[in-house]
């Protein structure tokens, strides 16, 4: 016969350790029962004496979620440390309080903070396992321990945690506490409370989940990570079939309701970061809020950020620059990605910025090429130094001569610097309409001499631009770098009747409780005669009509715009506007290298504008640019600027200021130009 090993047969004793953990344990109940009799024990007052002030849980101020609006209150994106939005206890749905105390606390609405069966389950188990395997803790106490106590495993804290509880039991109503709860606790994938976590897992409020979501969400506190559906669905089913038998065994749901929520298909929202339909514009509204006013404010206090983004303006920016670039790309042969592109349009009345795209790429790159980069803007800046022409005296019918010219310059090899027109060609006597229209280099320099360096900078800091400018006749050709935003807010006060309007992105913030941090009030400055911005901006409609801008005559409306293009085609610019919308598109490398040889701003950037403006404008009334009081229209002759005779081919109707046409020369002010008429179309009549 085998011998029985004696250790098989021998009764294990306790160790230290157990018999140690037993007596404290046993220690904890005697505790327990003595708080509930009237916590007469001094461990408890001692206890008590360190608990930190509950004073503060009426005036719950949660971390929550900042929110961010576009210009028709549609969220757009959110900032925030711990993704929180708190929900009001009467917009929490009932079955959802219901799956909560099923499957976290079954008595929580007959005990006082801690529940004394839980604690005794809890005890044995422990002591069974010599450690601590299982808290026992009541919805009560996981709010004491999220909000004032760290999660470190030991019996003092969990004493402690329970004290916490009962006081806060004595101090809130069960609504309070369970509203606490539901707020605060951390449901997994980064969100906090039932309303994110509604709204993460399956993009809706919480108001509107259905049994099966409630079951599924209610399973998760327990271990989140371990129980996500995205992670481990198997787990997560399993658990929410635990609480809705939970809530049934309750009596909140029937055998019935159980077995509908189990046969339910759920569909959830995608983890997967959502691309941002407008990062550059975000970020400068992150980085404003965050100087202003401090990151705790920006991430914890739950700003609603109303903005002036125009969500379909913004999608069809996007959208254009995508398509344009991908077309230079293929065009050119370049791999895809190596060109960069912006874009930047909004309202010339309010300054209201209604599309950025800064970058084809914000996880790539970060810097806001619309906002930051200070690119030569080439003829896209000649606009500014003919209205400046204009307010000097000259007219869209004055004449200079496009002949060659040389000036000294001793930074250059041959010691002389010789502009040229893009073309390499020279017309002869030229009108400014004309010179404007085919953006001559030679006549524009010739104007800028005119009128001086010292007048023309200053006229085109009180347009907008802020950027430092050289002072040299190269001015004339765009050679002074530039911001895209501040280039378009120059065009704006074109297209605004002489008003510069100073761009904005945000129209208002407010906190938490409905105070209203700053509301931004639009800045409007009457900066130049409105009569002189007409001038400029009838010609630049004519640039769109047979100029440099002609791709965009498609659009078939009104439109006033100018190319850009700088030497080696290392920058193309297209920048239009029409009454109520200006919008400027830049096109180049960032390592500064052309983009090819054809790829000028009428080609490389203006189609951009077109599609942009295509999608944004369409279903809108067409609008005409109004012309302001003292203008006349006098038939000219195209090429000389000269008054029209009868017989003279292709005469226009050109602008001027009154009193300032040729003698004798007859005007039509513009109630009386020919219906149908208004500067390309002829009056035989006339």
Request: aromatic letters at 10%; glycine letters at 8%.
């Amino acid at each position: 016969m085998t011998p029985v090993k004696r250790h098989a047969t021998r009764r294990r004793r306790p160790s230290k350790r157990r018999s140690w953990l037993g007596i404290v344990i046993v220690t904890i109940l005697v505790i327990f029962a003595g708080v509930a009799l009237g916590g007469s024990s001094i461990l408890y007052y001692l206890l008590l004496k360190e608990l930190p002030s509950i004073a503060a849980l009426k005036d719950y101020r949660p971390s929550i979620t900042t929110r961010v609006y576009s210009d028709n209150n549609e969220l757009i994106d959110e900032f925030f440390l711990e993704d929180r939005k708190v929900i009001k206890y009467e917009d929490i749905p009932k079955v959802v309080i219901q799956a909560f105390v099923a499957a976290e606390d079954a008595r929580f609405f007959q005990h006082q903070g801690f529940d004394m069966q839980s604690m005794s389950r809890a005890f044995f188990k422990n002591l069974e396992a010599g450690r601590i395997v299982q808290g026992g803790s009541t919805i009560t106490q996981q709010v004491a321990k999220a909000l004032y106590l760290s999660s470190e495993k030991s019996y003092i804290r969990k004493l402690r945690e329970a004290l916490l509880a009962y006081k806060i039991d004595k101090y809130l109503s069960k609504e309070e506490i369970i509203t606490l709860y539901l707020n605060h606790i951390y449901l997994g994938h980064g969100t906090y409370g039932i309303e994110a976590a509604a709204q993460g897992y399956f993009g809706k409020s919480a108001q509107e989940l259905t049994l099966a979501e409630t079951a599924l969400l209610a399973g998760l506190p327990k271990a989140p990570s371990n129980y996500s559906p995205y992670l481990h669905p198997d787990r997560a089913y399993q658990r929410q079939a635990y609480v809705l038998t939970r809530m049934m065994e309750d009596g909140y749901i029937t055998q019935a309701q159980k077995d509908r929520a189990l046969a339910t298909a759920l569909h959830f929202r995608s983890i997967k970061p959502k691309d941002k339909i407008a990062p550059y514009f975000i970020e400068n509204v992150r980085r404003y809020i965050q100087d202003k006013y401090g990151s705790d404010v920006l991430y914890k206090e739950g700003l609603e950020v109303y903005t002036t983004l125009d969500i379909g303006m913004q999608k069809a920016a996007r959208e254009a620059v995508e398509q344009g670039l991908k077309e230079l790309e293929e065009r050119e042969g370049y791999e895809k990605g190596l060109v960069q592109g912006a874009f930047f349009a909004m309202d010339p009345k309010s300054g209201a910025i209604q599309a950025m795209v800064g970058g084809r790429d914000f996880n790539r790159s970060e810097f806001n090429r619309a906002t930051q980069s200070r690119r030569q803007p080439g003829s896209a800046f000649k606009p500014l130094i003919y209205t400046a022409a204009f307010d000097k005296g000259m007219t869209p019918s004055t004449v200079f001569v496009d002949a060659p010219i040389v000036y000294p310059d001793p930074s250059s090899p041959d010691g002389v610097w010789k502009p040229r027109n893009f073309d390499r060609k020279f017309e002869g006597p030229t009108t400014l309409h004309n010179a404007l229209i085919h953006s001559r280099n030679i006549v524009t320099i010739r104007i800028l001499e005119e009128i001086g360096l010292d007048y023309a900078t200053a006229y085109a800091a009180n347009m907008g631009i802020t950027s430092p400018i050289s002072r040299n006749l190269s001015l004339a050709l765009g050679t002074s770098g530039v911001t895209l935003q501040e280039l378009v807010r120059a065009y704006g006060v074109l297209a605004n009747e002489g008003k510069r309007a100073q761009p904005f992105f945000i129209k208002r913030i407010v906190d938490r409780t409905g105070h209203v941090f700053e509301e931004t009030q639009p800045k409007i400055e009457q900066v130049i005669d409105p009569r002189i911005a007409f001038m400029t901006n009838y010609i630049m409609q004519d640039v769109v009509e047979s100029g440099t801008g002609y791709r965009v005559k498609k659009l078939g409306r009104p439109v006033a715009g100018k190319t850009g293009t700088t030497d080696d085609m290392r920058d193309a610019w297209f920048m239009g506007f029409t009454p109520s919308m200006v919008a400027g598109v830049w096109v180049g490398f960032d390592q500064e290298r052309p983009l090819g040889r054809q790829e000028v701003g009428g080609r490389a950037a203006a189609p951009i504008w077109l599609y942009f403006a295509e999608k944004a404008l369409q279903g809108t009334p067409v609008e005409v640019f109004p012309i302001p009081e003292g203008i006349v229209f006098a038939k000219v002759d195209p090429k000389t600027g000269a008054p029209a005779r009868p017989g003279t081919k292709g005469a226009i109707f050109e602008c001027f200021l009154e009193g300032t046409t040729p003698e004798n020369v007859p005007t039509v002010s513009p109630g009386n130009l020919p219906e149908g008429v208004f500067k390309f179309d002829m009056d035989p009549n006339f």
